[in-house]
C-alpha cells in the first residue's frame, strides 16, 4: 500500500511538473526561456531518495519529453536517468534543512542538460557554442533556480509526508 501510495504521488508530481512546465511556463518564457522543472523533479527525488528512484523519476520525465517534443525518442529519457541517477549518488550526504547542496546539484543538473542538447544540436550542424550558452542554456540556469527556490521546498514536504506515512505504516507491522 505504501508503495503504491509515492507512487501515484510522485506520479501526480511528474505530471503537473509535466504540464507546468508544457503549458503554463511555456506562456510565462523570458525570452523564449523557460523553468525545467522536470529537472528539479528529477534531480530532487534523485538526492532525496536515492540512485534507483532518481533514475525510475527520470525515465519517466525524459520520455515524457521523448513523446512530446522529441525528434529522436530516448535521448531525453536518457539524460534525465542519467541525472536522476548522478543525484542519487548524494543521498548520503543530503541533509533536509540545507539548500545548498539541491541548488548545486539542480544548477550542475541542468547545466548538464543544457550541454547535452547543445552536443545533439551540434550533430545537426549549429555550432555557436557562446551564444547557446549565454542565451538558452544560462538564462534556463537561472530561471530553474528562481523557480527551485518556490518548488524545492514543497517537493521536501511531500517527500516527508511519504516517508513519515511509511515509518507510521511499518510501525504497525512490527
Known amino acids: 500500500v505504501e508503495y503504491m501510495i509515492r507512487t501515484i504521488t510522485v506520479g501526480i508530481l511528474i505530471f503537473v511538473c509535466f504540464l507546468l512546465q508544457s503549458s503554463v511556463f511555456s506562456r510565462l518564457d523570458l525570452g523564449g526561456i523557460t523553468p525545467n522543472l522536470l529537472i528539479v523533479l528529477t534531480a530532487s527525488f534523485g538526492f532525496m531518495r536515492g540512485e534507483k528512484e532518481g533514475l525510475f ?15 529522436y525518442m530516448g535521448l531525453y529519457a536518457l539524460i534525465y536517468m542519467y541525472i536522476g541517477f548522478f543525484n542519487g ?18 544548477i550542475f543538473s541542468d547545466l ?63
Open 112 to 174: 548538464v542538460y543544457g550541454l547535452v542538447c547543445y552536443i545533439s544540436f551540434l550533430l545537426r550542424g549549429k555550432f555557436h557554442f557562446m551564444y547557446y550558452f549565454l542565451h538558452v542554456i544560462l538564462p534556463e540556469i537561472v530561471y530553474t533556480i528562481i523557480i527551485t527556490i518556490a518548488l524545492y521546498p514543497l517537493i521536501l514536504i511531500i517527500n516527508k509526508k511519504l516517508d513519515n506515512y511509511e515509518k507510521g505504516r511499518a510501525k504497525k507491522f512490527v
Open 57 to 71: 523519476i527520470g525515465f519517466i520525465c525524459g520520455l515524457l519529453m521523448d513523446i512530446f517534443f522529441a525528434e
Open 89 to 106: 549518488k548524494f543521498k548520503k550526504i543530503f541533509y533536509p534543512d540545507d539548500i545548498k547542496l539541491p541548488i548545486t546539484l539542480i
